[in-house]
Each structure stands twice: as structure tokens, then as C-alpha cells.
């Protein structure tokens, strides 16, 4: 069976500081992979998808990136972080024709 | 550009009632919907595939149905339980490889 990880589930980060967000597949080969993020009282924002290794889309303008260095692998980074980073980031991914989209835990991350 | 809304925002019933969720989206030709659940702090749960070529999918108490032409699906939870309690949301594909585009949610409580 396939499973998703995120890691840290939680993390507090002051203004200014880098930011490292981790999401591992198991179980499965050449997923698409997404990363959303859902701040307090909007709905779910996607930020970047990537449908293979080095191919990433972006979504949205900020001072986020994202990187797939490896099929399963889905890292999703910042090298200033701003007060508007804060919120819940969920990462997700499907088989490659868009099947069944399966969310990971998330990471909680406040931003002081 | 592809839009979801979902109607009504927060829903409160009785424990025991049957209801019905409500998702709307601009553009008929999609390639699958999917309903998700999701509890507080938490990430979201798949509940219900709908490809385009059906029209309803069962799971339990859950039904959900598609009509493609008018660009509506409905979820329909029977005999409603404490536990359903939960924001349910409603997302559209419009092809294999495109992210899907998400609802903003409606935020059930089912009053014991």
C-alpha cells in the first residue's frame, strides 16, 4: 500500500529564517506530487506540482520554491521567511492520469 | 479558469438526519471529481472518486453524484453521526495531469 510522510509536523521559525518542509511517497513510482498550503479561514491553495523529477510548476509568485531531487521526494523551500508564511502546508499526490488524490498529514508552521 | 464553489459554507443538524452538500463548477468538462474530508489539524481524506463518465459513487452512508451538464455534485450523507463532523470538500480535474481545483469547504456539525 502507498503512503505519504511530511516532516516536521509542526515547526515555529522566526522571520527572516530558511525554511526546509519534506514529503516522502512509499509504495508507489512516479507520483504526481503537490504542495497546498491553507491558511486560517481561506481555502487550499495550491503552490507547486510537479509531474517528474526536476519538473516543477508554480502557482503562485512568492518567496517559496520547490525541488524533486529524487521520483518520491517533494521538498518545498524558502530562504527568508516571511509573516504571511504561516499556515498549514499539505503536500499530496496521484498516479500519473489523475486518479485518486491522497493527502499527507501536514506541517503546521507559524511564522514570529 | 476553472471555478468551485460550495454551498452552504457551515451546515448544523441533529444527529440522525440525512443531508445533502452541495458543489458547483463553471466548467463542464472535467475529467474526474472528488470529495475529500477534512477534521481539524488534519490532512484530508479522500471519500468519493467521480470520474466523468459516472454518475454517482457509494461508499457507507456516503453518496455522491455528478451532472456533468450542469456542472453540479452532490454528497449525500445518510443518518448523520457525531463522528461526521468535519469540513467536506469538493474538487475538480479538468485533465489527467492538471492539479485539481478545490472548493473552499463546508463545515458540517452534527449535534449529538
Known amino acids: 500500500s502507498q503512503t505519504i510522510h511530511q516532516w516536521p509536523a509542526t515547526l515555529v521559525q522566526p522571520v527572516g529564517s530558511p525554511l526546509s518542509l519534506e514529503c516522502t511517497v512509499e509504495?508507489?513510482?512516479?507520483?504526481?506530487l503537490y504542495w497546498y498550503r491553507q491558511a486560517a479561514g481561506r481555502g487550499l491553495q495550491l503552490l507547486f506540482y510537479?509531474?517528474?523529477?526536476?519538473?516543477i510548476s508554480s502557482e503562485v509568485p512568492q518567496n517559496l520554491s520547490a525541488s524533486r531531487p529524487q521520483d518520491r521526494q517533494f521538498i518545498l523551500s524558502s530562504k527568508k521567511l516571511l509573516l504571511s508564511d504561516s499556515g498549514f502546508y499539505l503536500c499530496?499526490?496521484?498516479?500519473?492520469?489523475?486518479?485518486?488524490?491522497?493527502f499527507g498529514p501536514g506541517t503546521r508552521l507559524l511564522v514570529l | 479558469k476553472q471555478e468551485v464553489t460550495q454551498i452552504p459554507a457551515a451546515l448544523s443538524v441533529p444527529e440522525g438526519e440525512n443531508l445533502v452538500l452541495n458543489c458547483s463548477f463553471t466548467?463542464?468538462?472535467?475529467?474526474?471529481l472528488q470529495w475529500f474530508r477534512q477534521d481539524p489539524g488534519k490532512g484530508l481524506t479522500s471519500l468519493l472518486l467521480?470520474?466523468?463518465?459516472?454518475r454517482e459513487q457509494t461508499s457507507g452512508r456516503l453518496n455522491a453524484s455528478l451532472d456533468k451538464s450542469s456542472g453540479r455534485s452532490t454528497l449525500y450523507i445518510a443518518a448523520s453521526q457525531p463522528g461526521d463532523s468535519a469540513t467536506y470538500l469538493c474538487?475538480?480535474?479538468?485533465?489527467?495531469?492538471?492539479?485539481?481545483?478545490f472548493g473552499k469547504g463546508t463545515r458540517l456539525s452534527v449535534i449529538a
Open positions: 499530496a499526490w496521484t498516479r500519473q492520469r489523475g486518479e485518486t488524490q491522497y
Open positions: 509504495g508507489t513510482s512516479n507520483p504526481n
Open positions: 510537479s509531474v517528474g523529477i526536476g519538473q
Open positions: 466548467d463542464s468538462a472535467i475529467y474526474n
Open positions: 467521480i470520474q466523468s463518465s459516472q
Open positions: 474538487a475538480v480535474r479538468d485533465s489527467g495531469n492538471t492539479p485539481l481545483v
